[in-house]
C-alpha cells in the first residue's frame, strides 16, 4: 500500500498562484503513476492532472491546459500541481492519486490510492 497526503490548499484571489503538493510514503514511489482530480460541491470528481511514474509523460484535463503543471520529485516522494490564473471555477477539493505503472487514464476508478484532499478555494 501507498499512503497520501495532500497539502497547500486554501483560499486565493481570482488570477492568484497556489502549488498544492502530495507527499507519499509506504512503498516505492516511483513504481506508481500520479494524478490530480479535484470535485467541486455538487459535481463529480473529474480529472485534472497526470504524471507517469518517471515523470517524462504527462496529460492535462482540457480546462486547466496551459494554466497548470504537474511534476514530481520521486527523490522526495511527492509530486506537484502549480496552478496559475486561478479562477472561481477551480474551487474544489483537490486530489492526488495513485496508481500501478499502466496505460495513461483519466478515471478515478482506474487508481487505486487516494489521500483525503485539500480544499482550494478561488474568490471571485
Known amino acids: 500500500q501507498v499512503q497520501l497526503r495532500e497539502s497547500g490548499g486554501k483560499l486565493v484571489q481570482a488570477g492568484g498562484s497556489l502549488r498544492l503538493s502530495c507527499a507519499a510514503s509506504g512503498r516505492t514511489f516511483s513504481n506508481y503513476d500520479m494524478g490530480w482530480f479535484r470535485q467541486a460541491p455538487g459535481k463529480e470528481r473529474v480529472f485534472v492532472a497526470f504524471v507517469s511514474w518517471s515523470g517524462g509523460t504527462k496529460y492535462y484535463a482540457e480546462s486547466v491546459k496551459g494554466r497548470f503543471t504537474i511534476s514530481r520529485d520521486n527523490a522526495k516522494n511527492t509530486v506537484y500541481l502549480q496552478m496559475n490564473s486561478l479562477n472561481s471555477e477551480d474551487t474544489a477539493i483537490f486530489y492526488c492519486?495513485?496508481?500501478?505503472?499502466?496505460?495513461?487514464?483519466?478515471?478515478?476508478?482506474?487508481?487505486?490510492?487516494w489521500g483525503q484532499g485539500t480544499q482550494v478555494t478561488v474568490s471571485s
Open positions: 492519486a495513485a496508481r500501478q505503472r499502466k496505460a495513461y487514464s483519466e478515471s478515478p476508478h482506474d487508481y487505486d490510492y
